[in-house]
């Protein structure tokens, strides 16, 4: 049979028609996306589960069709198979001859090998058990070790220390020389020095003290050695049981290192305070050489200079000024103490451990102003208060001045003594005496029934400025100014000090808003504080705007010239620029007001002028009631219209105020004036056209009835025309108007309410022309 007879034989007749269908390119029975056949290849393939999962969104008809499909595709692949190495397939079975034995054959080296490499691998785990407990054994050992060692290290070391403090005491207490060799001290030489560090220093013809801080330096370095090993080991019960020893010999190097020191110091010995400072930085107790230099050297004089209870001459006023108790101790430091700053903080001393600045000199500073003069820290006499703290200040800058660096100052600021200081001046408690002063002289003055006018020429500010017209605002530029004063102001809470600035400045703004609101409502019920509005004349509304300009004008000037140094030095040029912003915005707050406080004058003036204007009325009247000719000159009323305005303007009490403010006043009050007198006198036209028109229509229905009767009626010529006497009475009066307008600077043809005016009342002539 044929390869291709085989392959056919193989394929049932419809997997046989479904191949022939795939081979001229038939999809229709492609396989659903749910079908997956790589999931009969995987190793947990699981039957029932599949069909399980299956079952729930398939029939179980469409999955045995595609089963079946796909088993014959495997079928067709098989054949495919077979016919593409059909002759091997078929050589197949020739080749298969003996295959038991051959197998057979193969398995016996096989297991033999096997048998060997079982054999090695035990041996190979027992040499490795066997050479990691060796190794343990090892490590455990060398631990031991390394403890008996550090212990043997700490018994030596502690009888090395204990050696040296015997020898230590052997030093006589005094600062006498030791004698060479060979002199007739000699033996006394020898039994102390015995080949030892006194010997050396003696052969040198060096001091007993200069032996003795050598000596101690080298104790402290053992020590410093001790209590490394202690740190190691100590849990162990060896190091527990050495712990009395090694406190004891502590002791004992710190009475004995004191003793030294201080005897150095008195002497201004270098080499001892050397030898001894390297001394304490080798035991770590940098604490207990500041607190020696300060008991021995710094206390002293400090007590001296401030007694721990005030000396009767000094209990009074001064008692509690430090300016001269710092000065003092300022020359102190440079004679007394200078040496051993200058020691600490030279390069490569390795002496930089020790801050006897804050930990000697202001602790005890400090503590001796607690004592002597509590009363120095208390704010309830700010002037002192703020001199004893710039004392303090300038004190601490003398202090900072012994740092080599901007590091060690910063490294001065954060010592706990320097904070300590600091804390005990309260400047909360400062600026909220100062806020309540301040603050309370502008709410006094704020709380004035009216506005109090100054004398002209007497508004002149602490700084010298002119031109305040109201005691209000001479109050709130005196608060304004005492906020940034030398014996006011305090840079630390400059925060605060800007604050009190901008709530000055808004509560003079609110003061004003509720004034003009009070005023505009007629009562201050809804508007408590704006009494003062009601009870003022509106004249002296000008001199409230007045001042507005002029502060707003000085904020913006030179009290912000006078600010923004202030907070340069220790800000920012942003932080600056903020404060700059929030005084431009208090600043234009407070000018925002100043329409409002023109309107009341303006209004008021305007008021007082129109009712004058109003008598323009009486001219109707007159023309009516009389057979009066045209006239010829303008009307009595015209010369007081603008009457108000002008004693306003040449009244002294208002001699501050400036030419603009007068101009511009002068000019709206005539615009209003004018508005008002052009309303008035085209209502007087209006209506005397109207009643002429009248009185035409009754001459004429009498003329017909006399017509009628036989009788004559004469017309009336213009001179009898009521509405042209009117105009032309008008036009008089208009161009008076104009000339007084004129008398007061105002240019009345640039109006166009008084354009409008004359366009009303003149002849048809002269419309286009304003001229008077």
């Known amino acids: 049979m044929s390869p291709t007879e085989v392959a056919s034989a193989a394929l049932p007749g419809a997997n ?45 008809d469409t999955l045995r069709t595609e089963l079946r499909g796909h088993l014959g595709a495997l079928k067709n692949e098989l054949v495919e198979l077979i016919n593409r190495d059909y002759t091997d397939f078929v050589n197949l079975s020739t080749k298969l001859v003996d295959v038991d034995g051959a197998v057979l054959r193969m398995r016996m080296p096989l297991n033999e090998l096997r048998a060997r490499l079982v054999t090695v691998r035990e041996s190979v785990h027992t040499s490795l058990a066997a050479l990691q407990d060796g190794l343990k054994r090892r490590a455990d050992a060398s631990a031991s070790r390394e403890v008996l060692e550090l212990l043997l290290d700490t018994s ?49 013809g060096a001091s007993l003290e200069d032996a003795r801080s050598r000596l101690l330096e080298r104790i402290a370095s053992e020590m410093n050695r001790l209590k490394f090993y202690v740190a190691q080991a100590q849990d162990l019960p060896f190091i527990q049981n050495m712990q009395p020893r090694i406190g004891n010999a502590d002791v004992s190097l710190d009475a004995s290192l004191r ?29 207990g050489a500041e607190e020696v230099f300060r008991s021995a050297i710094v206390a002293p004089f400090v007590q001296r200079s401030v007694p721990p209870s005030p000396a009767r001459d000094t209990v009074g006023a001064s008692a509690d000024k430090l300016a001269e108790v710092f000065d003092e101790i300022e020359v102190h430091i440079q004679t007394e103490c200078q040496f051993l700053l200058d020691k600490a903080v030279a390069a490569n001393s390795g002496l930089h451990v020790f801050d006897f600045l804050s930990n000697s000199i202001l602790k005890e500073v400090h503590s001796a102003i607690q004592k002597g003069k509590s009363g120095a820290f ?56 100062r806020f309540q002063e301040i603050a309370q002289s502008l709410d006094t003055a704020l709380s004035a029934p009216t506005p109090s006018p100054i004398h002209v020429g007497s508004s002149r500010a602490a700084d010298g400025s002119l031109g305040l017209a109201l005691q209000s605002s001479v109050t709130l530029w005196d608060c304004l100014q005492r906020c940034w004063k030398e014996g006011v102001y305090i840079e630390a809470v400059s925060d605060k000090f800007l604050r009190l600035t901008l709530q000055l400045l808004s509560r003079y703004t609110t003061w004003l808003s509720t004034g003009l609101a009070a005023r505009k409502a007629g009562n201050a019920t809804s508007h408590p504080g704006g009494e003062w509005a009601l009870a003022a004349a509106p004249e002296d509304f000008v001199l409230v705007r007045h001042d507005v300009e002029l502060l707003v004008g000085m904020v913006k000037g030179s009290y912000m010239d006078h600010v923004l140094p202030l907070l340069s030095g220790n800000n920012s040029e942003e932080v600056c620029e903020v404060v700059r912003q929030s005084l431009l915005q208090g600043a234009e707050a407070l000018l925002a007001i100043v329409p409002a406080l023109s309107d009341v004058l303006t209004e008021a003036l305007t008021e007082k002028c129109v009712e004058v204007l109003r008598q323009v009325k009486g ?27 002008k004693t306003f303007v040449e009244d002294e009490r208002f001699a501050h105020l400036t030419k603009e403010i007068r101009a511009e006043l002068i000019l709206s009050v005539s ?5 008002t007198y052009d309303v008035l006198a085209r209502d007087m036209v209006s209506v005397a056209r109207t009643t002429e028109s009248s009185l035409q229509r009754l001459r004429r229905g009498a003329r017909q009835r006399g017509a009628g009767a036989g009788t004559e009626t004469n017309d009336n010529n ?55």
């Open 378 to 433: 208390s704010p309830g006499k700010p002037a002192e208060f703020l001199a004893n703290y710039k004392s303090s200040l300038k004190f601490l800058r003398f202090l900072e001045g012994y740092c080599q660096s901007p590091a060690a100052v910063a490294a001065f600021r954060s010592q706990t003594a320097y904070t300590d200081f600091m804390r005990q001046w309260n400047l909360g408690v400062y600026f909220t005496l």
């Open 156 to 204: 030596h070391v502690v009888s090395k220390v204990k050696k040296l403090l015997v020898e230590l005491q052997s030093f006589p207490e005094d600062g006498a020389q030791v004698p060479a060799q060979g002199d007739s001290e000699g033996k006394v030489t020898r039994a102390y020095s015995n080949g030892n560090i006194a010997g050396d220093a003696a052969e040198h």
């Open 259 to 287: 003793r030294c020191f201080e005897g150095g110091l008195e002497r201004r010995d270098d080499t001892v305070i050397y030898h001894c400072l390297r001394a304490y930085a080798a035991i770590d107790n940098t604490a």
């Open 619 to 645: 001219i109707i009247a007159t023309y009516r009631m009389t057979n009066r000719p045209l006239p010829s000159r303008h009307s009595p009323y015209v010369t007081s219209v603008l009457q108000p305005l």
């Open 718 to 772: 213009i001179s009898d025309n009521l509405s042209d006497k009117i105009c032309a009475q008008l036009f008089l009066d208009v161009q008076e108007y104009g000339r007084r307008l004129a008398a007061l600077g105002i240019a009345a043809a640039d109006m166009t309410a008084y354009t409008s005016l004359w366009q009303c009342v003149a002849p048809p002539d002269r419309q286009n022309v304003v001229e008077f």
């Open 16 to 60: 046989r028609h479904k191949s022939v269908s795939a081979l001229f390119g038939d999809d229709a029975d492609s396989e659903p996306l749910w079908f997956k056949k790589d999931t009969f290849a995987k190793a947990d393939f699981d039957s029932e589960a599949y069909i399980r999962d299956l079952r729930r969104f398939v029939a179980f």
């Open 671 to 675: 615009e209003k004036i004018t508005v």
